[in-house]
């Protein structure tokens, strides 16, 4: 038992002396960077999970003019958006892999 009271009082003599933190500024502006790099990836996992869901399902390319997406509003405007954007980044990490892979 003394072990473990000894453990915890030089766990925090450590934290409190030898830790360097971060000023109050610096710890605000990585907090912000953290939340908008978690809700940017969380979007992107959901955009994802909705493409390859459609994707499976064939719901993907059930409507055959971009008129019917337009008209399904902002969600079928976004989803020739987000199929203009994956498929892009698809065929350019393919070919920078197969270009990397020639040399």
């Known amino acids: 038992m003394a072990g473990i ?3 915890v009082k030089e766990s925090f003599d450590e934290l409190k002396n030898n830790v360097s ?3 109050w500024a610096e710890a605000q502006s990585l907090t912000v960077l953290v939340a908008m790099f978690s809700i940017i990836f969380s979007l992107v996992i959901w955009g994802l999970d909705i493409y390859f869901s459609e994707l499976i399902t ?3 390319f059930k ?3 971009y008129e019917e997406y337009i ?3 902002f969600f079928g405007v976004l989803r020739i958006v987000w199929f203009v954007v994956l498929t892009g980044a698809i ?3 393919l070919s920078s892999f197969l270009n990397k ?3």
Do not use: A, Q
Request: glycine fraction near 20%; aromatic fraction near 20%; charge should be positive.
């Open 5 to 7: 009271v000894t453990y």
């Open 21 to 23: 933190w971060p000023s």
């Open 58 to 60: 064939g719901d993907l």
């Open 63 to 65: 409507m055959s003019t």
């Open 71 to 73: 008209g399904k509003g």
């Open 91 to 93: 065929f350019y990490g």
């Open 101 to 103: 892979n020639k040399k």
